[in-house]
């Protein structure tokens, strides 16, 4: 079974806003387009992985993630994180029904194909799944079968929510590149510790870090 994956992104210039204790106004949005762009990479180099969509109408994200490969679908619901995956997942549905469709965060700087293939291949045991982040809060993956509607509840306690919504929790061990989502100064710690691909590990140098 070969996944395509929605990614949504938002516009560069209001992303990361947590980060802002470990990058300043002019850095942020650089960063955020290398954890997107590195994401998009790794994602693409799965093979678990047909394609990756990308939704998301930031002119610049938009041109950079179509070198790499993605399909970019504009946010056209403009009604937040949600909303743009199930805009995304529709689009896909509409062209091929049958596909499996997951939701990626675009913020897995450390992503490795092996890892992700692991987590894709266990979620299509189940109409849906999903997988915790790294803090056990939040989601970094839900996907839905074919013929399943990705119903996406991303935002605050998003782990609590995939759950009480039917979705199935993958407990896995050693896929700690899926979970390592960044939104934090110690994300970014953790993250770079993993191994961050090439865009991140660039617009990370420019930053002072403690600890790195």
Known sequence: MQ????????????????????ADDGLRPGLALAFAQDTVAAALACPAVRDVAVVTDDARAGRELA????????????????????????????????????????????????????VLDAAAEFPRAFLPDAAAIGTTLLAAAPGRELLPVFGTDSRARHRASGAVELGLADVDSVRQDVD?????????????GPHTAAAAARLLIPGQ
């Open 3 to 22: 996944w395509t994956l929605v990614v949504p992104l938002k516009p560069l210039a209001q992303a990361k806003s947590r980060l802002a204790d470990t």
């Open 67 to 118: 070198v790499l490969g993605a399909a970019i679908i504009p946010d056209e619901p403009g009604g937040g994180l949600n909303a743009a995956l199930a805009h995304g997942a529709g689009i896909i549905r509409s062209t091929r029904p049958g596909s499996p469709v997951a939701a990626l965060n675009a913020d897995l700087p450390a992503l490795r194909p092996p890892e992700l293939t692991r």
């Open 184 to 196: 934090t100064g110690d994300d970014l710690r953790n993250a770079l510790a993993l191994g961050v």
